[in-house]
Protein backbone atom coordinates (compact mmCIF):
# COMPACT_ATOMS: atom_id res chain seq x y z
CA UNK A 1 0.00 0.00 0.00
CA UNK A 2 2.72 2.48 0.74
CA UNK A 3 4.60 1.85 -2.55
CA UNK A 4 0.87 2.85 -4.43
CA UNK A 5 0.90 5.74 -2.32
CA UNK A 6 4.02 6.58 -2.94
CA UNK A 7 3.88 5.75 -6.56
CA UNK A 8 0.15 8.46 -6.64
CA UNK A 9 1.90 11.20 -5.12
CA UNK A 10 4.52 11.25 -7.51
CA UNK A 11 2.10 10.91 -10.69
CA UNK A 12 -0.08 13.93 -8.89
CA UNK A 13 3.20 16.29 -8.55
CA UNK A 14 4.05 15.69 -11.98
CA UNK A 15 0.71 15.90 -13.08
CA UNK A 16 0.66 19.40 -11.35
CA UNK A 17 4.02 20.53 -12.81
CA UNK A 18 2.45 20.08 -15.89
CA UNK A 19 0.56 23.38 -17.17
CA UNK A 20 -0.60 21.74 -20.27
CA UNK A 21 -2.18 19.00 -18.75
CA UNK A 22 -3.80 21.12 -15.83
CA UNK A 23 -5.02 23.30 -18.64
CA UNK A 24 -6.73 20.72 -20.66
CA UNK A 25 -7.61 18.78 -17.92
CA UNK A 26 -9.64 21.93 -15.89
CA UNK A 27 -9.26 24.99 -18.43
CA UNK A 28 -10.71 23.83 -21.71
CA UNK A 29 -13.61 22.45 -20.41
CA UNK A 30 -14.92 25.60 -18.59
CA UNK A 31 -14.01 27.53 -21.63
CA UNK A 32 -16.21 24.90 -23.43
CA UNK A 33 -19.10 25.17 -21.47
CA UNK A 34 -18.85 29.19 -21.38
CA UNK A 35 -19.16 29.00 -24.98
CA UNK A 36 -22.18 26.21 -25.15
CA UNK A 37 -23.99 28.32 -23.02
CA UNK A 38 -23.08 31.72 -24.88
CA UNK A 39 -24.78 30.04 -28.08
CA UNK A 40 -27.61 28.42 -26.54
CA UNK A 41 -29.01 30.56 -24.22
CA UNK A 42 -28.18 30.93 -20.58
CA UNK A 43 -31.93 29.48 -19.30
CA UNK A 44 -30.70 25.81 -20.28
CA UNK A 45 -33.80 25.62 -22.33
CA UNK A 46 -32.34 26.14 -26.06
CA UNK A 47 -31.52 29.19 -28.10
CA UNK A 48 -33.05 32.43 -27.50
CA UNK A 49 -33.36 35.68 -29.06
CA UNK A 50 -30.97 34.79 -32.21
CA UNK A 51 -31.60 37.75 -34.89
CA UNK A 52 -32.98 36.56 -37.67
CA UNK A 53 -33.68 38.55 -40.82
CA UNK A 54 -36.93 38.14 -43.15
CA UNK A 55 -36.98 39.26 -46.53
CA UNK A 56 -40.32 38.91 -48.49
CA UNK A 57 -40.27 39.91 -51.85
CA UNK A 58 -43.84 38.49 -52.22
CA UNK A 59 -47.02 38.98 -51.22
CA UNK A 60 -47.79 35.28 -51.42
CA UNK A 61 -49.72 33.68 -48.24
CA UNK A 62 -47.32 31.45 -47.14
CA UNK A 63 -44.71 34.10 -46.86
CA UNK A 64 -46.85 35.86 -44.20
CA UNK A 65 -47.51 32.41 -42.29
CA UNK A 66 -43.96 31.51 -41.77
CA UNK A 67 -42.94 35.06 -40.88
CA UNK A 68 -45.51 34.83 -38.25
CA UNK A 69 -44.64 31.14 -36.94
CA UNK A 70 -40.71 32.30 -36.57
CA UNK A 71 -41.89 35.46 -34.34
CA UNK A 72 -43.57 32.89 -32.27
CA UNK A 73 -40.42 30.93 -31.91
CA UNK A 74 -38.11 31.91 -28.85
CA UNK A 75 -35.05 30.89 -30.19
CA UNK A 76 -35.69 33.76 -33.11
CA UNK A 77 -35.59 37.69 -32.81
CA UNK A 78 -37.14 37.82 -36.28
CA UNK A 79 -36.12 41.39 -38.13
CA UNK A 80 -38.04 42.38 -41.22
CA UNK A 81 -37.34 46.61 -41.58
CA UNK A 82 -34.52 48.37 -41.43
CA UNK A 83 -34.47 50.43 -38.17
CA UNK A 84 -31.72 52.76 -39.61
CA UNK A 85 -34.00 54.34 -41.92
CA UNK A 86 -36.80 57.01 -41.25
CA UNK A 87 -40.16 55.40 -41.65
CA UNK A 88 -38.89 51.66 -41.13
CA UNK A 89 -38.88 50.14 -44.03
CA UNK A 90 -38.46 46.69 -45.19
CA UNK A 91 -35.33 44.94 -45.50
CA UNK A 92 -34.18 44.50 -48.94
CA UNK A 93 -31.95 41.54 -49.48
CA UNK A 94 -29.20 44.14 -50.35
CA UNK A 95 -29.46 45.31 -47.25
CA UNK A 96 -29.33 42.09 -45.33
CA UNK A 97 -25.66 40.61 -47.48
CA UNK A 98 -24.42 44.54 -46.72
CA UNK A 99 -25.33 43.68 -43.13
CA UNK A 100 -23.65 39.58 -42.62
CA UNK A 101 -20.74 41.44 -44.34
CA UNK A 102 -20.12 44.04 -41.38
CA UNK A 103 -20.34 41.33 -39.00
CA UNK A 104 -23.73 42.86 -37.73
CA UNK A 105 -26.26 40.08 -38.73
CA UNK A 106 -25.57 36.44 -38.84
CA UNK A 107 -28.18 34.70 -40.38
CA UNK A 108 -31.18 35.59 -42.71
CA UNK A 109 -34.32 33.96 -44.56
CA UNK A 110 -35.27 35.60 -48.46
CA UNK A 111 -38.73 34.78 -49.64
CA UNK A 112 -37.74 35.42 -53.35
CA UNK A 113 -40.59 36.68 -55.61
CA UNK A 114 -41.48 33.59 -57.20
CA UNK A 115 -41.47 31.71 -53.82
CA UNK A 116 -44.56 30.63 -53.92
CA UNK A 117 -45.98 29.59 -57.58
CA UNK A 118 -49.68 28.77 -58.94
CA UNK A 119 -47.79 26.54 -61.66
CA UNK A 120 -45.63 24.59 -59.26
CA UNK A 121 -46.73 22.91 -56.09
CA UNK A 122 -43.61 23.46 -53.65
CA UNK A 123 -41.78 26.55 -51.97
CA UNK A 124 -38.73 28.52 -52.58
CA UNK A 125 -36.14 29.85 -50.04
CA UNK A 126 -33.07 31.50 -49.43
CA UNK A 127 -31.28 30.98 -46.02
CA UNK A 128 -28.36 33.44 -45.78
CA UNK A 129 -25.45 32.56 -42.45
CA UNK A 130 -22.36 33.62 -42.20
CA UNK A 131 -20.89 30.51 -41.02
CA UNK A 132 -18.35 31.97 -38.50
CA UNK A 133 -19.90 29.30 -35.63
CA UNK A 134 -20.65 26.22 -37.33
CA UNK A 135 -23.05 24.55 -34.33
CA UNK A 136 -25.22 27.79 -34.09
CA UNK A 137 -25.83 27.88 -37.76
CA UNK A 138 -26.75 24.27 -37.84
CA UNK A 139 -29.27 24.70 -34.29
CA UNK A 140 -30.32 27.74 -36.83
CA UNK A 141 -30.77 25.92 -39.92
CA UNK A 142 -32.38 23.05 -38.05
CA UNK A 143 -35.04 25.61 -35.96
CA UNK A 144 -36.02 27.02 -39.18
CA UNK A 145 -36.60 23.61 -41.42
CA UNK A 146 -38.79 22.82 -38.31
CA UNK A 147 -40.59 25.99 -38.69
CA UNK A 148 -41.12 25.84 -42.36
CA UNK A 149 -42.05 22.32 -42.25
CA UNK A 150 -44.98 22.53 -39.49
CA UNK A 151 -46.24 25.87 -41.32
CA UNK A 152 -45.85 25.76 -45.03
CA UNK A 153 -48.39 22.78 -45.47
CA UNK A 154 -51.33 24.45 -44.56
CA UNK A 155 -50.27 27.49 -46.63
CA UNK A 156 -49.22 25.73 -49.32
CA UNK A 157 -52.48 23.60 -49.56
CA UNK A 158 -54.19 26.91 -51.15
CA UNK A 159 -51.74 26.69 -54.40
CA UNK A 160 -52.50 23.35 -54.57
CA UNK A 161 -56.25 24.11 -55.13
CA UNK A 162 -55.68 26.57 -57.55
CA UNK A 163 -53.60 24.17 -59.45
CA UNK A 164 -56.42 21.55 -59.60
CA UNK A 165 -59.09 23.88 -60.75
CA UNK A 166 -56.33 25.09 -63.58
CA UNK A 167 -55.89 21.15 -64.00
CA UNK A 168 -59.41 19.73 -64.16
CA UNK A 169 -61.39 22.65 -63.61
CA UNK A 170 -63.33 24.30 -61.35
CA UNK A 171 -66.51 22.54 -61.48
CA UNK A 172 -65.28 18.93 -61.26
CA UNK A 173 -62.72 19.98 -58.09
CA UNK A 174 -65.74 21.40 -56.74
CA UNK A 175 -67.34 17.93 -57.29
CA UNK A 176 -64.23 15.97 -55.59
CA UNK A 177 -64.28 18.29 -52.67
CA UNK A 178 -67.90 17.52 -52.20
CA UNK A 179 -67.07 14.00 -52.66
CA UNK A 180 -64.49 14.12 -50.38
CA UNK A 181 -66.32 16.25 -47.47
CA UNK A 182 -68.72 13.73 -47.43
CA UNK A 183 -66.27 10.57 -47.04
CA UNK A 184 -63.90 12.57 -44.43
CA UNK A 185 -67.64 12.99 -42.66
CA UNK A 186 -69.05 9.66 -42.58
CA UNK A 187 -65.53 7.82 -41.46
CA UNK A 188 -64.63 10.16 -38.98
CA UNK A 189 -67.57 12.68 -38.32
CA UNK A 190 -68.09 16.73 -38.54
CA UNK A 191 -70.28 18.80 -40.32
CA UNK A 192 -70.24 17.69 -44.36
CA UNK A 193 -70.39 21.35 -45.68
CA UNK A 194 -68.09 22.93 -42.89
CA UNK A 195 -65.21 20.33 -43.99
CA UNK A 196 -66.03 21.69 -48.10
CA UNK A 197 -65.46 25.24 -47.34
CA UNK A 198 -62.54 24.18 -45.60
CA UNK A 199 -61.14 22.11 -48.65
CA UNK A 200 -62.31 24.54 -50.50
CA UNK A 201 -60.33 27.39 -48.84
CA UNK A 202 -56.94 25.44 -48.82
CA UNK A 203 -57.39 24.68 -44.78
CA UNK A 204 -56.71 21.14 -43.31
CA UNK A 205 -60.00 19.58 -42.38
CA UNK A 206 -60.79 20.10 -38.95
CA UNK A 207 -64.13 18.27 -38.78
Do not use: C, W
Not at 143 to 161: D, H, I, M, R, Y
Request: glycine share 8%; hydrophobic share 45%.
Amino acid sequence: MRTILILVGSELRRFLRDKTALALTFLVPVVLIYIFGHVFGVSGDGPAGIPLAVVSETKAPVAVAITSALRKEKAFKVITTDERTKGAKPLTETQVRERMRAGSLRFALIFPPDAQSDARFGLKLKFLNNPRNEIETQTVRGLLEKTVFTTAPQALLGSLQKRAANFIGQANLDQFNHSLANSIAQAFGGEADQLYAQLSSGAIPSG
